[in-house]
């Protein structure tokens, strides 16, 4: 017999499920002679009580005293939830934002999952047992023909529900075979389908040649990333489809990202026609069971392609082949909330495991991404015509200062109107796009001229007609329309701007005929609420959508031949250093939705500011000039790209200790300031812009830095983390996409 002398592992490194900053640590357990592996969630002994925790590590040896170290309790799930890669990019997460373990382990698995809140779905079947049917059927009794008809089913189909069968055949029945032993019933783990309703045939599409290119292009280059900068309706989203297609082809798995939402299941229909049930969606607007489902559906190989907003980039998939971020300039990509990562900063992590392609599309890519492009970090591919060479639809400007001096204070200018009465005269449909959902933008007091605002925040409350209440926008509080301005007592209050519930009130003063719809937050507070909208507005059932944002963004209505734009040029007079950026791809994206089949389209954008450059570029379709400029305004600037902007926001409920704190450490950071000075670009202290939010005070530290100085930020979110508590919010941010 041969001695073997095999090192078991026998200890677990476990990172129990609590955000702490004093938990943050790895706890050793022994295995227990359980299964445990990388990547398992375990139930651990803590304190008094168990609690849940992920595997991180295995080893031979315990760094802990061994007689301190407690056994694992037990093995969650059937296998582990976690993949190697997906313990190493929490890791990474970890290290790069300064998060707790536990937090960016969080990120990788369905909320219902933790705790157990859902549980898998299970289905009783039943089918026949192993013995000879005839000799089966002989053994029933003459008059059991509810037996007889049950064995004849599951002869014809295997498996059929247990329900159905006893809904069928009486539930007295299916007992008693199953007593005889005839039929068995099996479990099966049910699965509980996201937007049963999105199926469709594929559409029968013969690639461009263009888009041919395209595809080669990115399977050939050496580089891990492509830039796919192609115009609205170029074609790119079936540059996307066959690429994933490709990528199942040779056997890997592929991660569809878009910015949105609701932007899911026009992206999860497409991909239903055409890869089947392999297509699955994760999104926080999915019920939980459907969320579990979709998830599990991943983890176990049994769906190859994960489509979602930016968490998506988490799925819990192996052997990823393609990475696609779809509309890749959008905000949305980067993480707001704690921990706030990037989500293409993720995807190329992923990637570089995975060793597989990304693709960042988009009409208007981020001036980051077409400099990296253009420096050859990036493949660089262009499609700049629609698909058949259709033209891109006319823009034109209407000066909003002249329609005011004419006396017209509606939301629409003459020749707006006249546009939207010919689009309706020839039955086709409109778009109506403005940034400000509600009924008017504020309340104003005609009197002293203040506008009524929010008791915990620093912002003027939007009215609502629902209620006729007033919202505040920032928080979500709501409060009762006022009888008189709270500031003076005057009873002389008005509404000022226009929101979306006016604009529809409008519009349908001016067109009694036509029907409208209307898409912002407040419309469409349940997943369906999207979709039922939009597929409204496509099966045409509506002449004219009113919307936000979200209808600005890829969407795709044929009969669309007219977009008017209310507001262009309301981002352009954010303080941010990306505004001009913003509404260049504002008013491209929505300007895309229009004229998309046989008929061109036309694009009214009213400004106030009708001279303003980024303006006329847009008018242009010049996205080159656009960048041009831009870029070499941010180098003579020392903006982004060419540095980082940290900002560490500082919220107390308290103004002084807000200031207070804030001057502490900014001298502390001042320090370091001093030491690097050709490190920074800026250095400041302030209030910020957004004074208060939610009962907070709100102060910054705002500096900009030389690009990827992983050491500095380090310290600097080190030393700013420390004077974060219960009571005082320290937020260390990269590059913020919001400067509020
Ligand atoms: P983008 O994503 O660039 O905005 P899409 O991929 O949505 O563009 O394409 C715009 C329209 O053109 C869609 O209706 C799409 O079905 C159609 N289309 C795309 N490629 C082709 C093709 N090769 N032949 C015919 N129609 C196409
Ligand atoms: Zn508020
Ligand atoms: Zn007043």
Known sequence: MLNILI????????????????????????????????????????????????????????????????????????????????????????????VPLALSLRLFLPTELRRGQVKAKVEKFCKLSN?????????????????????????????????????????????????????????????????????????????????????????????????????????????????????????????????EISLTPQMLRQLRARFKDIAAILHSGLSKGERFDEWWRLKTGKAKIAIGARSAIFAPLENVGIIIVDEEHDSSYLSESSPRYSTIDLAKFRAKENNAKIVLGSATPSVDSYLLAKNGEYNLIELPER???????????????????????????????????????????????????????????????????????DVSLTY?????????????????????????????????????????????????????????????QNKEGHVKILESFAKREADILVGTQMIAKGHDFPLVTLV??????????FSDFRSNERTFQLITQVAGRSGRAKEKGKVVVQTYSPDNFVLKKALAYDYKGLFEREISLRKATGFPPFSDIVRILITTKDEEKTAEVTKELYSKLKTIYESKKEEFSFFGCMKAPLKKLQGKFRYQILMRINKNNQDLLDKIYEISLKYGDRNVGVFVEENPTNLT
């Open 387 to 457: 698909i058949n060479k259709q033209p891109l639809p006319e823009i034109i400007t209407v000066d909003m200062r002249t329609e005011v001096r004419r006396g017209n204070n509606t939301p629409f200018s003459y020749a707006l109107r006249e546009e939207i009465k010919n689009a309706l005269d020839k039955q086709n449909q409109v778009i109506i796009f403005l940034n400000q959902r509600g009924y008017s933008k504020n309340v104003i007091c005609t009197e002293c001229g203040e506008p009524i605002k929010c008791k915990d925040c």
């Open 564 to 573: 008017g734009i209310l507001d262009a040029d309301m981002s352009l007079h």
């Open 464 to 524: 609502h007609m629902e209620n006729e209440s007033l919202l505040c926008h920032y928080c979500g509080a709501k409060y009762k329309m006022v009888k008189a301005c709270p500031n003076c007592g005057s009873k002389y209050i008005r509404y000022g701007g226009f929101g979306t519930q006016r604009v529809v009130m409008e519009l349908q003063n001016l067109f009694p005929n036509a029907k409208i719809l209307r898409m912002d937050r407040d419309s469409t």
């Open 131 to 259: 013995k000879p049917f005839e000799e089966m059927i002989s053994e029933i009794k003459a008059n059991a023909s509810n037996q007889k008809g049950i064995l004849e089913r599951l002869c014809q189909t295997e498996l059929v529900k247990q329900s159905l069968l006893a809904n069928d055949f009486g539930i007295s029945s299916v007992n008693a075979l199953l007593k005889k032993g005839f039929i068995e019933v099996v479990e099966v783990q049910g699965y509980r389908e996201p937007y049963k309703e999105l199926n469709e045939q594929k559409k029968e599409i013969v690639l461009t040649e263009k888009q041919e290119e395209a595809i080669n292009a990115v399977l050939s280059t050496d580089k891990m990333v492509t830039l796919l900068h192609g115009v609205t309706g170029s074609g790119k989203t079936e540059v996307y489809l066959e690429l994933i297609s490709r990528a199942i082809a040779s056997g890997k798995t592929a991660i569809m990202l878009v910015p």
């Open 7 to 98: 090192l078991l592992k026998m200890y677990a490194s476990v990172i129990v499920d609590i955000v702490n900053s004093e938990v943050d640590k790895i706890f050793e357990y022994s295995l227990n002679g359980l299964n445990v592996e990388l990547g398992s969630r375990v139930s651990v002994p803590f304190g008094y009580k168990n609690i849940e925790g992920i595997v991180i590590g295995l080893s031979e040896r315990a760094v802990f005293p061994i007689e301190k170290i407690k056994p694992i309790t037990a093995i969650l799930d059937d296998e582990p939830v976690l993949t190697k890669e997906g313990v190493k990019l929490a890791k990474y997460i970890q290290k790069k934002y300064f």
